[in-house]
């Protein structure tokens, strides 16, 4: 009996210190940490630029919407906190009007509210671009004077001679630069509202009409 216990006790004694490293391994923080890493990085597909696998700004395609964007230039023309009373208080929002354009006789003015101002500005841009108009351009000028009234705002535009510039100020002289107009003259008459006066430059633009020489 003594013989048995002798040998049994250092069975115990070896088989012991060997199970503790192994859950020493398996619970190591660090070791769980670099395989979540690398099953991340796996599963979402992120390559070597850091970038992630199968994106759009990588290939061709990406290339040429940003050229495509680069194209078109933006405009902030106003930016406005506005606040909703609500039943349980107010609630605050960003307004923003942008005009983009691409100096070659397109043009457009869009108008969006989001939470902040990157939100607004966004829809603001996407607006305007469903609404672009075409400006007739006559030797970088416009074909003939106009007249245009919205609301209280009014808006006068004229044809200037080659070298006159762009005679306007505020909104109008950012949407006719946005349009590539070189050479006009105008006068703001009536309201001061920035968003008035900027959709009643658009609709000024839009009553040119270039005679037909056929």
Do not use: E, Q
């Given at each position: 009996m003594s013989e048995d216990k002798k040998n049994n006790t250092p069975e115990t004694a070896t088989t012991?210190?060997?199970?503790?490293?192994?859950?020493?391994?398996?619970y190591n923080p660090t070791s769980g940490s670099s395989a979540a890493a690398t099953v991340a990085k796996d599963v979402y597909g992120t390559d070597k630029r850091g970038g992630q696998a199968g994106g759009r700004g990588r290939g061709r395609g990406g290339r040429r919407d940003d050229r495509s964007k680069d194209d078109m230039e933006q405009r902030i023309l106003e930016i406005a906190r506005v606040t909703r009373v609500m039943a349980g208080g107010k609630r605050m929002n960003f307004r923003a009007c942008v005009a983009i354009g691409d100096k070659?006789?397109?043009?457009g003015v869009g108008l969006g509210?989001?939470?902040?101002?990157?939100?607004a500005v966004n829809k603001a841009v996407n607006r305007a671009k469903k609404v672009m108009v075409k400006v007739?351009?006559?030797k970088e000028t416009i074909p003939h004077a106009v007249l245009h009234k919205m609301g209280a705002a009014r808006i006068?535009?004229?044809?200037?001679?080659q070298g006159r510039g762009v005679i306007a100020?505020?909104?109008t002289r950012i949407i006719l630069e946005?349009?590539?107009?070189?050479?006009?003259?105008?006068?703001?008459?009536?309201?001061k509202n920035k968003i008035n006066?900027?959709?009643?430059?658009?609709?000024?633009?839009q009553a040119l009409r270039v005679a037909d020489t056929k």
């Open positions: 012991t210190p060997t199970a503790s490293p192994k859950v020493a391994n398996t070659k006789g397109n043009v509210k989001g939470a902040d101002v990157t939100m007739p351009i006559v006068m535009l004229k044809p200037a001679k100020g505020g909104v946005l349009a590539g107009v070189k050479n006009v003259t105008s006068k703001t008459l009536g309201s006066n900027a959709r009643c430059t658009i609709g000024a633009l």
